[in-house]
């Protein structure tokens, strides 16, 4: 459930620090000052249903294949699921809003037809159809952890297949040190694209040796149905031990480098978000102290852990 306490921080985005006070007053509508500090819910607040924010967002689950099969390594968290709607009504997605009400404006996003293209420094490029891609890969479910560099986390069953899977049909050539994420760019279905002010498409990357690591998915779907357009319909990528803004959603490329691409945060805020971004209570932001995290839903406060409490299966892959 959205709190009171959460509307100045629903605003507490990398582009709300560069607007002016008197802007961000008139956005939150002023009266959230008031409401912060009283604990009670105010008598104005009256949060959307659940219902309407599951079904703003969805879209068609063809077949069988959701829910699918849990892994077995994966069937366990050090916390409860995050109630389904509590993630949906607060999602971070910039091409269609700088709050967290994605999905009240999230509508005319159409996540189908759909291709994800596969190309740069591989033997065999291809271009998979959404529908192809879905019947290529065997598809599980898993628990991770996801955090955010806001200091909100949650805890979802992701369905997907490992990127790793994927890299290996098209073949990475001998030069392929790094792979690039870049998210869809239709400025029609998406306003904000045309705004010159960021480096649009979203884009993201991560070295081979992250990308092929076991835990990276490509995940389709989320709480055993296909995502919701606000999760980033019909394909993202999930790599639980960095922060969230690592993990493009709605992808329309994977590509390929010999270089370090240049990347969408850290373009717009190098001193902010650097390129690596593993989740590490002991480095803070400028804006939030990494040591804590708060579960969306519950509002539980617990202490951040190193690479989100994936160490076991990254920390081999950093020298620090
Ligand atoms: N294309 C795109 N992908 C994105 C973002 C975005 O704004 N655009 N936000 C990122 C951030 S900051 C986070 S925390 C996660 C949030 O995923 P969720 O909204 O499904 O919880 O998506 C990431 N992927
Ligand atoms: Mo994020």
Redesign the pocket.
Known sequence: MSRPWDLPEREATPEAAMLSRRKWLKRIGLASAAVAGAGGVAWWWKQAPDEDVLSAGQVLNQGVLYPAKRHEKFAELDRMVTDEAA?AR??????FSSGKS?WQVIGPFQPAPWKLEVSGLVAKPRTFDMDDLLRTFNLEERLYR?R???AWA?AVPWTGFPLAELLRRVEPLPGAKFVRFV?FNKPEEAPRLRNVTYPWP?NEGLTLAEATNELTLLATGMYGHPLLK???API?LVAPWK???K????LVKIELTDKQPATFWNTLSPHEYDFQANVNPDVPHPRWSQARERMLGTGEVRPTQHFNGYGEWVGGLYST
């Open positions: 993630a607060y999602c971070n997605f910039y091409e994605v996801h955010c560099v806001e949650m998210s979203y606000q999760h980033g993202r922060y969230g803004f993990c493009g959603k709605s």
